[in-house]
């Protein structure tokens, strides 16, 4: 096999366990491992990236890597809207069960409410209220102090709470639903 000819400033950044590749005028950087794969005679390469290489160097990878296998997305826009915007004229009534009942409210609008994460839900039995009427009460109470239907922030749906091992994140807002929050004065902040 033939040694591929680089201009000096690449081969200087050439180092043992590493190669370079060329796509275009730029030359990327890889460190080179190799693994075993059942059903191959030999050990197949295993290429990381690690940066471009320019005269003056390598500029390297700022990006982390994460993995994705342990990851759990839930809808989290429309419920923490629908959660701070929720009318105290609403709440009153119900006393220290408001939270449980909105929880139950939102998981019925929403499935896939972050809500189901974040707190375990009483069951529905478990309650003496109309939960129907309720979500018809909390429509009318929420335009009312609001001048918004809940029909509104549907479009918030669209974002969600990203959960990996230790940490959670919001997934990207289009600026359709960055009007919405706006307007509506919601903030996503996590929580």
């Not at 390598?58 to 296998?69: A, C, F, N, P, Y």
């Not at 969600?160 to 903030?187: C, H, M, N, T």
């Amino acid at each position: 096999m033939t040694e591929k000819k680089y201009p000096q400033w690449v081969q200087e950044q050439r180092t043992q366990g590493t190669t370079v590749k060329k796509k275009g005028d730029t030359y990327y950087l890889y460190k080179r491992t190799s693994k075993r794969v059942p059903g191959k005679k030999y050990p197949q390469p295993v290429d990381t990236y690690i940066g471009i290489i320019t005269p003056e160097g390598v500029i390297k990878s700022e990006k982390k890597k994460i993995s994705l296998g342990g990851i759990e997305v839930k809808e989290y826009g429309f419920s923490r809207a629908v959660w701070q915007l929720c009318p105290e004229g609403w709440k009153k009534p119900l006393g220290n069960d408001w939270e449980d009942v909105l929880s139950i409210i939102l998981w019925k609008w929403s499935p896939e409410t972050y809500l189901l994460k974040e707190k375990v839900l009483k069951a529905e039995q478990d309650f003496h209220y109309q939960f129907n009427a309720q979500a018809a009460s909390l429509g009318r109470r929420f335009y009312k102090e609001h001048g918004m239907d809940i029909k509104d922030l549907q479009i918030l749906k669209g974002i969600y709470l990203l959960y990996f091992e230790k940490e959670k994140v919001v997934s990207r807002i289009s600026p359709e639903q960055e009007e919405v929050l706006w307007k509506a004065g919601v903030d996503l902040s996590v929580c």
